[in-house]
């Protein structure tokens, strides 16, 4: 995150925006669009591309779709496995070298067989909540987030400086024991229906005041510390 200085709503207030965005366009200047083929420090797949086709806004929402590398005009089924895939010529920059995560070979791996987006806001809070609305996709080798870092790696790269995962689903796979250690809207003894966060989009809420910590999902409260 690229702010200048994070942003501390006064207690008194609770009603302070610091950030908002309902993608009637897309407005880039908001994000730091990442463009990398790193793997995340897990081997994924995926090459994060700003491309139009991963990433674009349609009537009101924002799209982060996977594409097939084979799809894109640049490269076919034989460069995967010994072609060279240059992000830096590709799409002008690169925001993560490790792990030849700017320039790929293949030959002894594949290129990356995926392309998808990830983006990060530039504004920046101290304490207060957060609100998502989202759709997940329901689909192989899909695995989704919406997560906050911090802006400044005070105690080094990730994990050490800290982490909020807000949502992580796996699109081909749900267990309803997952993720939460307390109440769930899923449960056998829950008087909210059971049902997978496929169906429709849903409210993803996350809530930082120093001493606590909560969230909730569709307005149900799933943990807090």
Same mark, same amino acid.
Request: glycine share 8%.
């Given at each position: 995150?690229?702010?200048?200085?994070?942003?501390?709503?006064?207690?008194?207030?609770?009603?302070?925006?610091?950030?908002?965005?309902?993608?009637? =366009?897309?407005?880039?200047?908001?994000?730091?669009?990442?463009?990398?083929?790193?793997?995340?420090?897990?081997?994924?797949?995926?090459?994060?591309?700003?491309?139009?086709?991963?990433?674009?806004?349609?009537?009101?929402?924002?799209?982060?779709?996977?594409?097939?590398?084979?799809?894109?005009?640049?490269?076919?089924?034989?460069?995967?496995?010994?072609?060279?895939?240059?992000?830096?010529?590709?799409?002008?920059?690169?925001?993560?070298?490790?792990?030849?995560?700017?320039?790929?070979?293949?030959?002894?791996?594949?290129?990356?067989?995926?392309? =998808?987006?990830?983006?990060?806001?530039?504004?920046?809070?101290?304490?207060?909540?957060?609100?998502?609305?989202?759709?997940?996709?329901?689909?192989?080798?899909?695995?989704?987030?919406?997560?906050?870092?911090?802006?400044?790696?005070?105690?080094?790269?990730?994990?050490?400086?800290?982490?909020?995962?807000?949502?992580?689903?796996?699109?081909?796979?749900?267990?309803?024991?997952?993720?939460?250690?307390?109440?769930?809207?899923?449960?056998?003894?829950?008087?909210?229906?059971?049902?997978?966060?496929?169906?429709?989009?849903?409210?993803?809420?996350?809530?930082?005041?120093?001493?606590?910590?909560?969230?909730?999902?569709?307005?149900?409260?799933?943990?807090?510390?």
């Amino acid at each position: 995150m690229y702010t200048s200085g994070a942003i501390v709503p006064p207690k008194t207030i609770r009603s302070v925006t610091a950030f908002r965005d309902d993608f009637n =366009s897309w407005n880039a200047n908001n994000y730091q669009v990442a463009c990398t083929a790193w793997g995340g420090g897990n081997n994924e797949l995926q090459v994060y591309t700003p491309g139009q086709a991963n990433l674009f806004t349609k009537n009101g929402h924002l799209y982060i779709k996977p594409t097939l590398t084979v799809n894109h005009p640049d490269f076919d089924e034989g460069k995967l496995y010994h072609g060279q895939m240059d992000l830096n010529g590709l799409w002008g920059y690169c925001t993560q070298a490790s792990n030849s995560g700017c320039n790929k070979h293949g030959g002894q791996d594949i290129l990356p067989p995926v392309m =998808s987006g990830y983006i990060t806001t530039k504004a920046a809070i101290k304490y207060g909540r957060i609100n998502v609305r989202a759709k997940l996709p329901k689909a192989d080798w899909t695995w989704p987030a919406i997560w906050t870092l911090p802006r400044d790696k005070k105690y080094g790269g990730w994990p050490q400086s800290g982490a909020m995962d807000i949502m992580e689903s796996r699109g081909n796979w749900f267990k309803k024991d997952y993720q939460y250690a307390y109440q769930r809207p899923w449960t056998d003894s829950s008087r909210q229906p059971k049902r997978d966060f496929w169906e429709h989009r849903n409210q993803w809420q996350s809530s930082w005041q120093g001493d606590n910590a909560a969230m909730v999902v569709d307005y149900v409260e799933m943990i807090q510390y």
